[in-house]
């Protein structure tokens, strides 16, 4: 055949972003119809260095909130407004979630005070240094602030392999950042995923299905981390709704999001209990609402070194696989040198008092221990 003509051509942009749902448990919620969970009453971050086009046809009127701040360069890019329109578009996760957009513009602090002053639960952060090094900067440690201090929810894309590497970007190196990488349909890590990094929290720390999403009123076919990001937003817009304690809970989050992912079974794990390239797995929507029943808040403010600060005890069913999670936010300033983590670990004893797993790991704020 030298020469094909082709009559018509029909994509079920919906369908994407469906099998994005599906592989993240979602979709019963999105496919219903039902409005269980939409999103309402969340307001959502997009610090992007692009304004989000508030009159795009996904969005309703007054939906979209964007920060002017008149700085060189400032304009609405696709990027940002394909990323809110999976978020919160009509045919996004969280449709009736409100968007706050705002342009990056050198350091993120005015931006970020700026979603602080509108009351913003989660900010989506779908971008990353042009050229990453792998190393725990100043961004990050100001992100890990924030998080810290004012308890916002924070997620960012982990980055895409550029042609020498596979380096992990600031500020999703931050420690009380979800860092996002994409996932394929079998839960293992998309090749184009980053995952190294020399210092910073250890990322990614789960992934979501993020190759050839689309919408209705999105004409790009997007891949990527920052896709998996803003897929990963758009359902915690979900959770926050459900659970309003989560607003003000980003360690409950962050724990509840791990024990609750998707892992291979035979994925190698580390010291924390996570995949080094895929960290804890797919995000599963489903599952979380198992794993929020039994969580526990935990609180020590001694301030010196204990051999013991909780134990809770659990009853376990047989031949089925469990997993137990502790995350803690850490401290700085705002500055790499005032980072203070705190090294907390996990042990699991059976009745008899016998040590059967733990989670033991020194650089991380996530402790996560699957036993079968």
Partial sequence: IDVAYIKDVTINKTGQVRHAMYLSGVSD?????????????????????????????????????????????????????????????????????????????????????????????????????????????????????????????????????????????????????????????????????SYIEYSGGPKPTLMAYGSGVSLPSISAFNSGTSVSCAVVSGIVALLMEEYPILKERPELVISTLVASAYQPSNAILESNGLNDQGGAGLIRYDQFHHAYIDNSYISTNIGVLQT????????????????????????????????KLTNYDLYLYDSDGNLVASSCSTDSNIELIQYY
Avoid at 310 to 336: D, P, R, V
């Fill in 29 to 193: 919620n999105y496919l219903t119809n039902s409005n269980t969970r939409t999103g309402y009453g969340i307001k959502v971050g997009v610090l992007e260095p692009g304004l989000v086009d508030e009159d795009a046809a996904c969005f309703s009127s007054g939906q979209v909130t964007t920060h002017i701040q008149n700085t060189p360069l400032e304009s609405v890019k696709e990027h940002s407004t394909d990323m809110a329109g999976y978020i919160a578009g009509s045919d996004g996760i969280a449709s009736d979630a409100e968007i706050y957009s705002s342009y990056l513009w050198g350091s993120p602090s005015e931006e970020i005070d700026w979603l602080l002053d509108n009351g913003v639960h989660i900010i989506n952060m779908s971008y990353g240094d042009a050229n990453p090094t792998g190393e725990y900067e100043s961004d990050s440690a100001y992100i890990d602030m924030i998080v810290n201090n004012y308890k916002i929810t924070m997620v960012g894309a982990v980055g895409n392999v550029g042609t020498s590497s596979a380096l992990v970007s600031n500020p999703s190196l931050a420690y009380n950042v979800i860092g996002v990488g994409s996932g394929n349909s079998g839960g293992y890590p998309e090749q184009f995923s």
């Fill in 308 to 339: 013991f600060i909780f134990s809770k005890t659990m009853f376990l069913s047989q031949n089925e696989m469990h997993k137990f999670c502790i995350a803690w936010t850490a401290y700085t300033n705002g500055s790499t040198s005032s980072l």
